[in-house]
């Protein structure tokens, strides 16, 4: 059998050995060291913020931000509902309750339209959300004005969960820097990979060092241990950040190579009525992380989940469009606010929509026979 076409995999630069040398050399195996304080360095330089603090998950990065804009039990969180999990779980484990918003066409992201309903609604019962989490789909950035001017105007934080946005930008600004704090992720299927990691990063040094402390378990200045809040074991390795450093070196590579994938694709199908490739909003640059495209139902008759199938009996992994927060069983009773009283967007993009290998270790080859087995099942 060929081997499997793969939808994302960790793909080395070969410089990340000569920094986990580096640590074994210096025996800096710990969660701190030269490697973590040059990967927030470099991290934060290349993005384009004053610091950066290294966490061993973008979820962990997520709850270290809820936490220090001050997120307790039994406030809200808005959020994005079209989203992985992990954008949501740390609401939960702060006992606050999310409020999802659906997404807008163009970017697939948050609605500005849905979300300056919520915040009107909440407003007027007196309850704003402590935060607001906004998620940058596959790469492609949210609308930023829009949503930083409707959080400014009600005083609401926003934090940007940038997992998959790591290498995009939005009017010529990194993705990642637009809220008050930004979260990035390096678990091994996304852009770069440290085998599992995260980054959070903010203008503000005071909060960043403050989540440093808070991901040390919160220990106090004193020759004993001494504790006065609760904290968290949330650090990233020296080894772990050695492999970071290696792979930012290619992250600018990586997005290329991710870009031309998906113009391959967008090439491809150009002409098959009923497939549209995810938009990229004018002003707006993706880093591409998974090409995904819709399959409109009434154009196409074979549904995105038999594709997939057919995809999968060839040894090519596809997947579908995460499924919205607001449809899944853990968040049933949360309260959901669509972009149009007719039309639910995320719902949309959930039942028509398929993620295709976006491998970069893909070759050309590799890529067309995943093109052609789509253009001849439609
Ligand atoms: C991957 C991902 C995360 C979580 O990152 P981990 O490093 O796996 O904890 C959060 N949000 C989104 C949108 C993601 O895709």
Same mark, same amino acid.
């Given at each position: 059998?060929?081997?499997?076409?793969?939808?994302?995999?960790?793909? %080395?630069?070969?410089?990340?050995?000569?920094? *986990?040398?580096?640590?074994?050399?210096?025996?800096?195996?710990?969660?701190? +060291?030269?490697?973590?304080?040059?990967?927030?360095?470099?991290?934060?330089?290349?993005?384009?913020?004053?610091?950066?603090?290294?966490t061993s998950s973008g979820t962990g990065a997520i709850h270290l931000a809820l936490d220090l804009v001050g997120v307790k039990a039994g406030d809200t969180?808005? =959020?994005?509902?079209l989203t992985f999990i992990a954008s949501a779980n740390p609401i939960l484990y702060l006992g606050a309750k999310p409020v999802f918003i659906d997404s807008?066409?163009?970017?697939?992201?948050?609605?500005?339209?849905?979300?300056? @309903? &919520? #915040?009107?609604?909440?407003?007027? &019962?007196?309850? #704003?959300?402590?935060?607001?989490?906004?998620?940058?789909?596959? +790469?492609?950035?949210?609308?930023? $004005?829009?949503?930083?001017?409707?959080?400014?105007?009600?005083?609401?934080?926003?934090?940007?969960?940038?997992?998959?946005?790591?290498?995009?930008?939005?009017?010529?600004?990194?993705?990642?820097?637009?809220?008050?704090?930004?979260? !990035?992720?390096?678990?091994?299927?996304?852009?770069? @990979?440290?085998?599992?990691?995260?980054?959070?990063?903010?203008?503000?040094? @005071?909060?960043? &060092?403050?989540?440093?402390?808070?991901? @040390?378990?919160?220990? $106090?200045?004193?020759?004993? !241990?001494?504790?006065?809040?609760?904290?968290?074991?949330?650090?990233?390795?020296?080894?772990?950040?050695?492999?970071?450093?290696?792979?930012?070196?290619?992250?600018?590579?990586?997005?290329?190579?991710?870009?031309? *994938?998906?113009?391959?694709?967008? &090439?491809?199908?150009?002409?098959? $009525?009923?497939? /549209?490739?995810?938009?990229?909003?004018?002003?707006?640059?993706?880093?591409?992380? #998974?090409?995904?495209?819709? %399959?409109?139902?009434?154009? *196409?008759?074979?549904?995105?989940?038999?594709?997939? $199938?057919?995809?999968?009996?060839?040894?090519?992994?596809?997947?579908?469009?995460?499924?919205?927060?607001?449809?899944?069983p853990l968040f049933e009773d949360c309260t959901f606010y669509p972009h149009a009283a007719d039309g639910v967007v995320s719902e949309r993009l959930f039942?028509? +929509?398929? =993620?295709?290998?976006? /491998?970069?270790?893909?070759?050309?080859?590799?890529?067309?026979?995943?093109? /052609?087995? *789509?253009?001849?099942?439609?």
């Amino acid at each position: 059998m060929s081997k499997r076409i793969l939808l994302s995999s960790p793909h %080395m630069s070969g410089t990340e050995q000569k920094y *986990i040398q580096e640590a074994f050399y210096t025996n800096w195996i710990a969660p701190l +060291g030269a490697n973590v304080d040059g990967f927030e360095r470099e991290l934060a330089e290349y993005v384009g913020v004053k610091a950066a603090s290294a966490t061993s998950s973008g979820t962990g990065a997520i709850h270290l931000a809820l936490d220090l804009v001050g997120v307790k039990a039994g406030d809200t969180v808005f =959020c994005s509902t079209l989203t992985f999990i992990a954008s949501a779980n740390p609401i939960l484990y702060l006992g606050a309750k999310p409020v999802f918003i659906d997404s807008e066409p163009t970017t697939w992201n948050m609605s500005p339209q849905a979300l300056a @309903t &919520a #915040l009107q609604e909440a407003a007027t &019962a007196g309850k #704003l959300p402590k935060a607001v989490i906004v998620v940058n789909l596959y +790469g492609q950035s949210a609308r930023m $004005d829009e949503i930083m001017q409707l959080c400014n105007q009600y005083d609401v934080p926003v934090i940007e969960d940038a997992a998959e946005s790591l290498g995009s930008s939005y009017k010529g600004r990194k993705s990642g820097t637009f809220g008050h704090f930004g979260i !990035y992720s390096f678990n091994g299927n996304k852009i770069i @990979t440290t085998s599992g990691g995260g980054m959070l990063v903010s203008d503000d040094e @005071t909060l960043i &060092a403050r989540s440093r402390f808070l991901a @040390t378990q919160a220990r $106090d200045a004193a020759k004993h !241990y001494q504790h006065s809040v609760v904290g968290y074991n949330y650090r990233m390795s020296n080894i772990v950040a050695g492999i970071g450093r290696g792979q930012l070196e290619v992250l600018d590579e990586r997005v290329a190579q991710k870009r031309a *994938i998906f113009e391959r694709y967008a &090439a491809a199908f150009n002409e098959i $009525d009923g497939i /549209d490739m995810m938009p990229e909003l004018e002003g707006t640059f993706s880093n591409r992380w #998974l090409s995904t495209m819709t %399959m409109d139902p009434k154009k *196409i008759s074979i549904s995105p989940y038999a594709l997939m $199938d057919l995809l999968n009996e060839a040894n090519i992994e596809s997947r579908p469009v995460w499924k919205p927060l607001h449809m899944q069983p853990l968040f049933e009773d949360c309260t959901f606010y669509p972009h149009a009283a007719d039309g639910v967007v995320s719902e949309r993009l959930f039942a028509t +929509g398929v =993620c295709l290998p976006s /491998d970069s270790k893909m070759t050309v080859e590799e890529q067309q026979k995943v093109i /052609d087995l *789509i253009v001849k099942t439609l």
